[in-house]
């Protein structure tokens, strides 16, 4: 009788965990109109783009979060957060409709940042830390800072975008390499000059000549994603004091974000 009722019990909690489980990532069939407002008041990439353009991003965006968890530790998960984790992937890969990121399995959203070592640099000193993808043991997982998520939206003249950071370290990854050589993504005609750009320009930002942020110059690996976030965030500043780096990410990411970008 009592191991009965212990299964029961058991059946009981394994049905109410998938029920509830269901409940906890609700991903809409069509996408709904508050979010396309939040976007529209958030997202300065959404909002420059045409309204084709736009039908394809939220697919993209239900398509991300239909795909990989999205988990709060020290924090709720709003559709806000939701929505911003989404563009953060949906953004470096517009270009190519066919892509996915196979190698994500969950991205944990932080309510800070958080000390830790900083993703592929052994023992950096105690900084604070934005966001990392996970290597070894956290393998397909992702952390961010919400604060810092948010903040690389919602601050419109900023070049900073930790989401986008992150997930360019991921199409980095995608080749197996984690170089800050995206041979997924760009044909080798294009890989000795990238690879050239990114010397000239790392010795700038260690000269203090330059206004790319100074966390590009620490390794080849983090040139990339630092330069990308200034790519999409501000492409026509970029485009004006760095024309030939501009012109190299329209390369690796098949976009030309300055040509649609709105004043302002
Ligand atoms: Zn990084």
Redesign the pocket.
């Known amino acids: 009788m009592i191991i009965k009722i212990a299964v029961i019990v058991a059946i009981a909690a394994i049905a109410l965990y998938f029920v509830f489980r269901k409940k906890l990532l609700p991903v809409p069939e069509t996408f709904p109109k508050l979010w396309k407002q939040y976007l529209q008041d958030t997202v300065k990439f959404y909002q420059n783009l045409g309204e084709t353009d736009k039908r394809q991003y939220e697919d993209d965006v239900l398509y991300f979060l239909s795909h990989h968890k999205i988990t709060g530790v020290g924090t709720d998960v709003t559709d806000e957060d939701k929505l911003l984790v989404a563009s953060s992937g949906v953004i470096p890969i517009f270009g190519f409709p066919e892509w996915h990121y196979h190698n994500l399995e969950e991205v944990i959203l932080y309510g800070q940042s958080f000390n830790h070592l900083?993703?592929t640099e052994g023992t950096t000193n105690e900084r604070n830390i934005l966001?990392?993808?996970g290597w070894g043991y956290i393998n397909g997982k992702m952390v961010l800072s919400k604060p810092s998520l948010r903040q690389g939206f919602e601050n419109e003249s900023t070049k900073s975008n930790v989401g986008i950071?992150?997930f360019?370290?991921l199409l980095d990854k995608a080749d197996g390499a984690t170089d800050g050589i995206p041979e997924a993504l760009l044909s080798r005609q294009y890989t000795i000059p990238w690879i050239q750009m990114i010397k000239q320009k790392m010795e700038a930002i260690q000269d203090g000549k330059t206004d790319i942020n100074s966390?590009g110059g620490?390794s080849e690996?983090?040139f990339l994603?630092?330069v990308s976030e200034y790519f999409f965030n501000r492409p026509r500043l970029l485009k004006d004091k760095h024309p030939k780096l501009y012109e190299q990410l329209q390369q690796v990411f098949q976009q030309d974000p300055a040509s649609t970008e709105s004043n302002g």
Do not use: S
Request: glycine share 6%.
């Open positions: 900083h993703e966001g990392m993808v950071h992150e360019v370290h966390y620490v690996t983090e994603p630092v």
